[in-house]
């Protein structure tokens, strides 16, 4: 039998971990780094690079390398953001709304789930070299405001891979599996993960080896990667006015910016000015142009007030959820690269008026938590009880476009419920039913997990008919809907499909490419 690790799959960093000896433990890969950069490129030769290796070739291969895919994980095309759509490569809408990233170096377009794949699949053989056996199965994290949509991606991407994926863990209860495995006393532990791309809040009752959730809330389109796109357009609007070129519409100029950008942001975190220097970032008819210039770090937050008061909202919400006030959180567990900024820190800290946890790396502790997870799973890990919750509130369309609420937000899962509808016109003898995850009231605010008809009813007056609708969520956050038509005992079930989810044909295809 194989070995089961932990794996964080992040949209910047991922992490491979195991248990060993009652505790996780990181595996560094080939490079001897412990966290491997989410990035997978093809070289010249076609040759597939993943991580380091991939990332450093960027700037001169930035059509054919592929950064920060997490954030198309599940999505639609149309669902995507002006800003989430502006990467160095191209990617393009596929004939069912889908999210289709171009490679032209091989001539060949990839689904997010495959790119993820890549990353998955390096992290796995890097485990099974530090192990010496092969590994089978995986642990796989994901923020806990995943939608059903974006769990089913991240699930996808590890069968891609030739994984046998025992678990969808959310990062922030990761988090705090990690954090929690041995403290002695019972705390309300509240995580704050801002990672690259995602953002996520949640509070946790831990202690006696149970870790319960009571709330969790968040953004699944805001990270670092957001403070990067703001230096990016204060450096591209000030070139602009200065010299009359976009350089943002420049592939390679727009690579250039953003690693620098980064640079700068993650500069400003340690200290209070930082350089920024660009030679022959582009040519005009007057010769070669040089970006050259300083940022402060007062500068920076007085860029980033909207991305600010964008964290505060989900931070006072799962507090609201938990029906707790800050003083009644007993511990602030800081999470992901972008919690080191200083505004960040400060503004968790006095919203929360406790100083956070140093005592958790932040860069690791959610792989560290998949890894437990999966000793849970393999019962290497005993006496932990794990309850989590639906992040988002599930439902069907009813009457005049009106969302029904099935399960709210942060319901323990696993859970069923169900609900009786029934038909609104006489002899009518389908329904259809539309399945939506979500917090706004009408049905069209809200995302469309799926829709699925029941025929057959026999023709009765409208109203009469019984419909029972039931929703399963299981352990991995992953929503089963099924419906019977309560005279003829009719029933139909199925996995939510949308079109931002690849069908089982297309995923078999995609297992068999790989293995290829
Ligand atoms: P993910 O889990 O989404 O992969 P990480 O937790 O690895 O993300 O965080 C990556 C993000 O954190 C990037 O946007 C990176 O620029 C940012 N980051 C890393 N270190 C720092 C730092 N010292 N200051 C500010 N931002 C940082
Ligand atoms: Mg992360």
Known sequence: MGKVVGIDLGTTNSVVSVMEGGKPIVIANAESMRTTPSVVAFSKDGERLVGQMARRQAVLN????????????????????????????????????????????????????????????????????????????AVITVPAYFNDAQRQATRNAGRIAGLEVKRILNEPTAAALAYGLDQQYSQTVLVFDLGGGTFDVSILDVGDGVFEVRSTAGDTQLGGTNFDKKIVDWLADDFLAAEGVDLRRDRQSLQRLTEAAEKAKIELSGVNVTEINLPFI???????????????????????????????????????????????????????????????????????????????????????????????????????????????????????????????????????????????????????????????????????????????????????????????????????????????????????????TLSEEKVQQMIKDAEE
């Open 62 to 137: 930035p059509q054919n390398t592929f950064a920060g895919v997490k954030r198309y994980m599940g999505r639609k095309y149309g669902e995507l953001s002006a800003d989430s759509k502006r990467v160095p490569y191209t990617i393009r809408r596929g004939d069912n709304n889908e999210v289709r990233i171009q490679c032209p170096r091989l001539e060949k377009e990839f689904a997010p789930e495959e790119i993820s794949s890549m990353i998955l699949r390096k992290l796995a053989e890097e485990a099974s070299r530090y192990l010496g056996q092969p590994v089978t199965g």
């Open 282 to 500: 582009t040519a005009t008819a007057d010769g070669p142009k040089h970006l050259e210039t300083t940022l402060s770090r007062s500068q920076f937050e007085g860029l980033c007030g909207d991305l600010m008061s964008r964290l505060r909202g989900p931070l006072k919400q799962a507090l609201t959820d938990a029906g707790l006030t800050p003083d009644q959180i007993d511990e602030v567990v800081l999470v992901g690269g972008g919690s080191r900024m200083p505004m960040v820190h400060d503004m968790v800290r006095s919203l929360i008026r406790r100083p956070p946890n140093q005592n958790v790396n932040p860069d690791e502790v959610v792989a560290g938590g998949a890894a437990i997870q999966a000793g849970i799973l393999t019962q290497e890990v005993q006496d932990i009880l794990l309850l989590d919750v639906t992040p988002l509130s599930l439902g069907l369309e009813t009457i005049g476009g009106v969302m029904k609420k099935v399960i709210p937000r942060n319901t323990t899962i696993p859970v069923r419920r169900s609900d009786i509808f029934s038909t609104s016109e006489n002899n009518q003898t389908m329904v259809e039913v539309h399945v939506l995850q979500g917090e706004r009231e009408m049905a069209a605010d809200n995302k469309a997990l799926g829709r699925f008809k029941l025929m057959g009813i026999p023709p009765a007056p409208r109203g009469v008919p019984q419909v029972q609708v039931a929703f399963d969520i299981d352990a991995n956050g992953i929503l089963q809907v099924s419906a019977m038509d309560r005279t003829t005992g009719r029933e139909q079930s199925l996995t939510i499909q949308g079109s931002a």
